[in-house]
């Protein structure tokens, strides 16, 4: 992928502590969507996304956390199961080419 091109990605946390897990959830809370406790859509440019992995980085213990960032490809077909956390209306789109993902 291109530096300038967006993309969907997946972010999940498992955080030790709780006050870590405060200042993780606060940071993505600001650039993404969240989907599940502690699993995060965000859609934005590959340099954008290794600034928001520095800071997360800098925000846990890296001996008893753990963050993972997992890159979605554009054509998705998701399957859910059980109570969803967004009403049935709400569509993910990437950043400027308006696919839809589902």
């Not at 969907?8 to 969507?33: E, F, Q």
């Not at 340099?47 to 960032?69: F, G, M, P, T, V």
């Not at 554009?74 to 049935?88: D, M, S, V, Y």
Request: one cysteine or more; a positive charge; hydrophobic letters at 45%.
């Amino acid at each position: 992928m291109a530096d300038s091109q967006s993309g969907l990605y997946i972010i999940a946390y498992d955080i030790a502590n709780p006050k870590r897990l405060s200042r993780v959830h606060r940071a993505l809370k600001k650039l993404g969507l969240p989907i599940q406790y502690s699993v995060f859509t965000v859609v934005m440019k590959r340099k954008a996304l290794l600034r928001l992995l520095e800071r997360l980085n800098a925000l846990i213990k890296s001996a008893e956390d753990d963050i993972r960032c997992y890159r979605l490809p554009e054509r998705t077909h998701i399957n859910a199961l059980g109570k969803q956390f967004f009403p049935e209306d709400v569509m993910l789109f990437t950043g400027g080419i308006n696919r839809l993902l589902s």
